[in-house]
């Protein structure tokens, strides 16, 4: 019988070659959580937020040590990763959310304990902002029918206040408003609403001036008809003014899907792709009952199952999908998938899939694995394993995601000792091509101010709507760094791609029509 330690330099040899591989591929693995000092175990939603520099930033939920209640990290594309570990009650405690972007610049996010300025502690969770790298208590949640406990990190709206959604114990929920003031930077409860059941899904804010957000669990009465059952959750439009309607319930009895039903459990937040619809995934059913992606129309029609995920493509998503440039969806699935096995003794295998990275047409055609994220049997390290989260095309054309557990990386936490399983920060190019974003809004009137992050922007010498030109000013463009800038809607502007003019020709437009909703002299200046 051969002893296991002999197994060591046979799994470094197989790493070697499957890093090989993952080369050929473009999978890179970025950086190793340790627990100890940096936090580890994203979880869902667990944002990454572009910031305003044009690097990456985060939060890890939970660790020991200097990281005792989790962390937010930054990492320079290309570059290291520097941590902030949370240990003290008077700071948030376990921010799951990850974060936001603001319209401001800033980033936003949220935790289920702590944030108490005043020392006192908070059993309910915390909003905060972190601006130059300082992070503050925004808003403190007190519980009951007033909310509590954020899984979800909260958007920031064109009229500067924040919204966002709850997941309480006992499987309740509120979807929230909270009022930011300017002089203070704090925020009071605006609008408060309960959800058929909690929700981990940031909300995302539509073309058309709406949010949209679901819940796993639950569902509304729709048009004077019940949901069907209480466990495939729903798809739930609220209005700025917190107007709260329910457009799609999600019903795994359905006869939709050729007899499998619509899916069951969406988790993950909802985002609106190029044709205007919203696409998602849901974490059971389908036809294998490994989940499904889907699509439906903003006022809840047309809902379609465009793809049934099976063991080989990664099973059970629980994040949101995000578009490329190439038109295709992209998104992560929390187990199973396919490997290039390697075997020991006895024929067993080495490796066990542990999630995937896919894409997918928005018909549903051309399904694609592109990666498989894998364990050694023998320890759980690998390259990553058990995305949760919804990954983050970064404006340069490159994917970026977090798992939660996993990582072989060695530049990760070496003071420390790497590889102690508390998930990774990966990337993955796919050839995407670079683009331009708006912040946090896909539709303005003239004369609003909107937000823009992308690369080059020093460089640039103008900036179109629909291919009508912003005035060139220092009173309507202010450019805040390389990656960051404001502009003011021209008057004319028309709906369609919102276009970086660059020195050299380097043109950077948005993937989506960006909407124009008023063109009129009597138009209000916000949506």
């Known amino acids: 019988m051969i002893d296991r330690k002999m197994f060591r330099p046979l799994m470094l040899a197989l790493v070697l070659s499957a890093c090989a591989a993952l080369a050929e591929a473009q999978y890179s693995a970025i950086y190793t959580f340790n627990s100890s000092y940096d936090g580890c175990c994203a979880y869902y ?3 990454l937020a572009q910031g305003i520099d044009g690097n990456l930033h985060g939060t890890m939920p939970v660790g020991t040590h200097v990281a005792f209640y989790g962390s937010w990290f930054d990492y320079t594309i290309g570059g290291g990763v520097a941590i902030h570990g949370l240990n003290s009650y008077t700071q ?8 936001t972007l603001g319209i401001d610049g800033n980033y936003y996010g949220a935790s289920i304990h702590g944030g108490a300025n005043n020392g006192n502690g908070s059993t309910y969770g915390a909003l905060f902002k972190i601006s130059n790298g300082v992070m ?4 403190q949640f007190t519980g009951g029918t007033n909310g509590g406990y954020p899984y979800a990190p909260p958007v920031q709206a064109p009229d500067g206040n924040l919204y966002g959604v709850t997941n309480e114990p006992g499987a309740t929920g509120y979807v929230y408003q909270v009022v930011m003031s300017a002089s203070t930077g704090t925020g ?19 073309n058309d001036g709406n ?8 569902g509304f009465t729709i048009n004077g008809v019940a949901p069907l059952n209480n466990s495939g959750g729903t798809i739930f439009q609220v209005t700025l003014g917190g107007a709260l309607t329910g457009i799609y319930n999600v019903n795994s009895g359905s006869s939709n899907n050729g007899g499998y039903g619509d899916g069951g459990q969406p988790w993950g937040a909802v985002m609106q792709a190029s044709d205007g619809n919203l ?5 059971n059913g389908g036809s294998h009952e490994d989940g499904v992606v889907y699509k439906v129309a903003l006022n809840g029609t047309g809902y379609t199952v465009i793809h049934n995920f099976q063991d080989s493509d990664g099973s059970a998503p629980t994040g949101g999908l995000m578009q490329g440039s190439d038109g295709f969806l992209y998104g992560l699935a929390t187990s199973k998938g396919a490997v290039t096995q390697y075997y020991g003794p006895g024929g067993n295998p080495l490796f066990t899939p542990m999630g995937s990275l896919f894409k997918v047409a928005t018909t549903g055609a051309n399904f694609s694995r592109l990666y498989t994220f894998e364990g050694y049997v023998y320890n759980g390290q690998g390259p990553g394993m058990a995305p949760f989260s919804t990954p983050t095309l970064h404006t340069n054309g490159v994917i970026y995601g977090l798992t939660l557990g996993g990582g072989y990386n060695g530049t990760g936490s070496t003071t420390y000792g790497a590889y102690d399983d508390g998930g990774e920060l990966f990337s993955y190019n796919a050839g995407l091509a670079p683009f331009v974003s708006v912040v946090g809004q896909r539709a303005a009137r003239a004369g609003d101010r909107i937000s823009l992050i992308g690369q080059g922007f020093y460089n640039a010498t103008g900036v179109t709507f629909g291919g009508v030109a912003a005035t060139w000013g220092k009173f309507t463009v202010s450019i805040y760094s390389d990656n960051f800038m404001t502009v003011t809607v021209p008057t004319g502007a028309t709906t369609g791609w919102v276009t970086v003019q660059e020195a050299g020709g380097s043109n950077l437009s948005t993937l989506y ?4 909703v008023c063109t009129g002299p009597l138009c209000l200046r916000h949506i």
Do not use: C, M
């Not at 948030?92 to 974060?99: D, I, R, S």
């Not at 503050?136 to 808003?139: D, P």
């Not at 949010?211 to 639950?218: K, L, M, Q, S, V």
């Open 211 to 218: 949010f949209y957000g679901t819940t796993p669990y639950g």
């Open 92 to 99: 948030p405690e376990n921010p799951y959310a990850g974060l």
């Open 45 to 47: 939603a667990d944002l």
């Open 188 to 206: 009071t409860l605006g609008w408060v609403h309960p959800l058929p059941s909690g929700s981990r899904a940031p909300l995302i804010l539509a």
């Open 136 to 139: 503050t208590t925004v808003y």
């Open 279 to 283: 696409y998602g995934t849901t974490s």
């Open 513 to 516: 029509n960006f909407t124009i």
